[in-house]
C-alpha cells in the first residue's frame, strides 16, 4: 500500500547546471523538493517509483540504473535512477534515456542520497484519462508492502503572458485547486481535474497527479504544501503525503 508520497515540480531549471546564473531564482523550490524527498525515506518504504509525464514512446517503466542526460538543454551533466553501478559490473536500465521529468526526479534523489529502497521509473502519457491514470496507481500501490511515490509535474503553463502557453485566465483557478488539492491529499478533487482543461493549460502535471491519486485511495495519508509559486508563469508545487 502507500505510505508516502512527495510531489515535485519537473522543470530542467531545477537543475542548477541548466539554471545557471538563474539558478538562485528556484533555490527555495529546490529546499522544499528535498524536505518532501526526505519524507519519503522517513516513511521506510519496501518499493518508490519514480513518476513523472513522458513523451509518446516513454510511457513505460524505467528500472532502476536507467540514464538521462541535461544535454537538449545545453549541459553535459548525465544522471542515473538509483546507485551508480561499479565501473566493472553491467549497466543496469537498458538503452532508452530517461524522459525529462524522471532525469529531474533522479536528479533530485541522487541531490538528497537515496539508498532507501530500490526505484523503479514510470513515464506516464499526458493524455491519459483520469480512470487510466487511477487504475496505474492502483497497481503501484499494490505491488509491495510499503510503497513510496516520487511524483513530479507541473501545473499550469499560462500564468502570464511571458509564460510558455502566453496568459491564460483559467490558469490561475486551476492552479488553485491543483495546490489545495495536492496540499490537503484530496483524492476525489485531483481525480477531477479536468484532462481538456489540463492539456489547453499546458498542466504537465494532471496525469502523474491523478496516478497518485489512484495510490492513495484508502490509505488514509494526509497532505502538507510545502511550496507554491509560478515562475516564469508556471505553476509549480511541492507536497509531501503521509
Same mark, same amino acid.
Given at each position: 500500500?502507500? +505510505? ?8 530542467? !531549471? ?14 527555495? $523550490?529546490?529546499? $522544499? ?47 542515473? !535512477? ?25 536528479? !533530485? ?14 513515464? +506516464? ?55 489545495? $488539492? ?17 492539456y489547453e493549460l499546458k498542466a504537465a502535471g494532471r496525469a502523474p497527479w491523478q496516478v497518485l491519486a489512484g ?10 504544501? !510545502? ?16
Open positions: 500500500m502507500l +505510505v508516502a508520497a512527495a510531489v515535485c515540480p519537473c522543470p530542467p !531549471l531545477l537543475v542548477p547546471e541548466v539554471a545557471t546564473g538563474a539558478a538562485p531564482e528556484l533555490d527555495a $523550490a529546490r529546499t $522544499a523538493c528535498a524536505d518532501a524527498v526526505g519524507l519519503l525515506a522517513a516513511a521506510r518504504p519496501d518499493r518508490l517509483y519514480v513518476v513523472g509525464p513522458a513523451p509518446e514512446g516513454a510511457h513505460d517503466a524505467f528500472p532502476a540504473g536507467s540514464a538521462g542526460t541535461f544535454a537538449g538543454f545545453g549541459v553535459d551533466h548525465a544522471v542515473r !535512477l538509483g546507485p551508480t553501478p561499479a565501473e566493472d559490473g553491467p549497466t543496469p536500465g537498458g538503452d532508452r534515456p530517461l524522459p525529462t521529468s524522471l532525469a529531474v526526479g533522479a536528479w !533530485l534523489l541522487d541531490r538528497t542520497g537515496w539508498a532507501d529502497a530500490p526505484i523503479e521509473g514510470l513515464g +506516464v502519457d499526458e493524455g491519459a484519462t483520469p480512470s487510466v491514470c487511477a487504475g496505474i496507481g492502483r497497481g503501484l500501490a499494490d505491488s509491495a508492502g510499503r510503497v513510496a511515490l516520487l511524483v513530479m509535474g507541473d501545473g499550469s503553463a499560462c500564468r502570464t503572458v511571458k509564460a510558455p502557453g502566453y496568459l491564460d485566465e483559467r490558469a490561475a483557478g486551476f492552479d488553485a485547486e491543483a495546490a489545495r $488539492a495536492l496540499g490537503t491529499a484530496d483524492v476525489a478533487a485531483l481525480l477531477a481535474l479536468d484532462p481538456e482543461l489540463a495510490a492513495a485511495e484508502g490509505a488514509g495519508l494526509e497532505g502538507r504544501l !510545502l511550496f507554491e509559486d509560478a515562475p516564469y508563469g508556471v505553476g509549480y508545487f511541492v507536497a509531501a503525503w503521509s
